[in-house]
């Protein structure tokens, strides 16, 4: 609490993330940056499952993305939940980040997905669910189609058997492309009896098809 007091009042003192003015109002930029972000804020389809989404992946954002994500630039996190949170939400029981694998979060020290759920999760006042482990991605090389989605079906795995199970739930991401992770995770989560599955990323590309 103290923190945030704080932090409150070292706010008008900072400056924008951006452009470096001291007219930061929204997280960690100003109101012009804010404005210019590449925003989305629609729901798009991939492999067709409705999926919010905030924003294009595009400058700034996709270079803050990156650094968030390879290098460990986690002073980004306020501004990209602060981003997520122009999206509706519906009523979920519980948020699930997509996992990464061991060997992915040895490299980075953290799973970004988790990051931006446990905001969320602090927003909605629900808890982080985990029942999915994902293993180490196989080559895709010379796989056609429908054997690269086996593949990456097969990398999700169900956890130890827990008693908790949850009907309602919302899948987390930081970057959607063609929502073969986001479907195979579904898949699983749909074998633990969860029947309404919402999902929202904070960015995707500008190749954007299928807007609703």
């Known amino acids: 609490m103290l923190m945030s007091r704080f932090s409150r009042l070292l706010q008008p003192f900072l400056n924008c993330s951006l452009c470096q003015s001291d007219r930061v109002t929204q997280a960690s930029v100003c109101q012009d940056c804010w404005q210019q972000l590449p925003w989305?804020?629609?729901t798009i389809h991939r492999q067709e499952i409705p999926i919010q989404v905030?924003?294009?992946y595009r400058y700034p954002l996709d270079r803050m993305i990156q650094q968030f994500k390879y290098e460990?630039?986690?002073h980004y996190l306020p501004l990209f939940g602060h981003i997520l949170n122009q999206l509706k939400f519906p009523k979920v029981q519980a948020i699930v980040p997509m996992p990464i694998s061991q060997q992915r979060l040895i490299e980075r020290g953290y799973n970004q997905a988790l990051l931006l759920a446990?905001?969320?999760a602090k927003q909605l006042n629900v808890p982080i669910w985990q029942p999915i482990l994902r293993?180490?991605?196989?080559h895709q090389k010379g796989l056609n189609r429908l054997e690269r989605l086996s593949n990456i079906e097969q990398q999700f795995v169900l956890h130890a058997p827990s008693k908790v199970r949850y009907r309602r739930i919302l899948i987390v991401d930081d970057v959607?492309?063609?929502g073969s992770s986001i479907?195979?995770?579904s898949l699983k989560l749909q074998q633990l009896g969860c029947q309404q599955i919402h999902v929202a990323c904070l960015a995707t590309p500008s190749y954007i098809d299928n807007i609703i």
């Open 40 to 42: 989305l804020k629609q």
């Open 54 to 56: 905030a924003a294009y």
């Open 72 to 74: 460990q630039q986690l």
């Open 118 to 120: 446990e905001h969320l």
């Open 135 to 138: 293993q180490e991605q196989q």
């Open 176 to 178: 959607v492309t063609t």
């Open 183 to 185: 479907q195979a995770l």
